[in-house]
């Protein structure tokens, strides 16, 4: 069966510093990945995906994702943190083997600290 | 126009009344989709459209009863709901259901069953 594990509950970063936001990955055949992002009482906002192609990923926000296919992740990073970036992040899988529908991991809760 | 919009924001109802929440993209996109999602938790697939058609239905009460009248919208009828229903219910759009594209997501409407 395919899924998606986000290891970590929350995060918490100081303002300035590089962030990171795991995610794991168990799916048959090749991986379709996304990262959404959720602010508080609002919709999920879409980051970035992985196809095909360059392992490191650009996405919105200054945010990037690096595709590790022998160690089956797909990590979020940004460089230096803002407090605005305080959020509920969401990795997804694209299930291609039956309902094409996503598979979302459980959410990381990011706190960016002044 | 990359914007899903959704109507009411807020919703508050008793178990006994119908009510109907609506959602709208101007995307031409042509799957849409229902989800369900609780305080801190990855959002739950509902329904998916495509083409107008009711393609997944994800063994939804039968409390919930979806609509597409037209490629553009998308409506969520509500009917004799339980308190336990009570949550965040997000729409979204993709340019297809079987693609690699993402999901645009609407800010969501939160409903309160008494």
């Known amino acids: 069966a395919q899924s998606v594990a986000q290891p970590e509950d929350q995060v918490n970063v100081a303002e300035g510093n590089p962030l990171t936001v795991k995610c794991t990955y168990s799916?048959?055949?090749?991986?379709?990945l996304f990262w959404y992002v959720q602010y508080p009482n609002r919709g999920l906002q879409f980051l970035l995906k992985y196809i095909t192609g360059d392992n490191l990923v650009k996405g919105s926000y200054g945010f990037e994702a690096e595709f590790n296919k022998s160690q089956t992740s797909f990590h979020l990073k940004k460089p230096s943190a803002l407090v605005s970036d305080s959020a509920l992040y969401f990795c997804?899988?694209?299930?291609?083997?039956?309902?094409?529908?996503?598979?979302w991991g459980a959410g990381t809760k990011l706190i960016i600290k002044p | 126009d990359t914007e899903v919009t959704q109507t009411p924001k807020h919703l508050v109802m008793g178990m006994t009344n119908k009510k109907s929440l609506k959602c709208e993209q101007h995307m031409g996109h042509r799957a849409m989709y229902w989800y369900k999602q609780k305080a801190k938790k990855p959002p739950e697939l509902m329904f998916v459209?495509?083409?107008?058609?009711?393609?997944i239905n994800e063994s939804v009460p039968s409390r919930f009863s979806p609509e597409c009248p037209n490629s553009s919208l998308l409506n969520l009828h509500l009917h004799a709901l339980q308190p336990e229903d009570s949550a965040l219910y997000l729409c979204?759009?993709?340019?297809?259901?079987?693609?690699?594209?993402?999901?645009?997501f609407g800010p969501g409407t939160r409903l309160t069953v008494l």
């Open positions: 979204a759009s993709s340019q297809g259901q079987t693609d690699y594209n993402e999901q645009f």
């Open positions: 997804a899988v694209r299930d291609m083997g039956s309902n094409y529908q996503l598979i």
């Open positions: 799916v048959s055949g090749n991986p379709y």
């Open positions: 459209y495509s083409y107008e058609k009711l393609s």
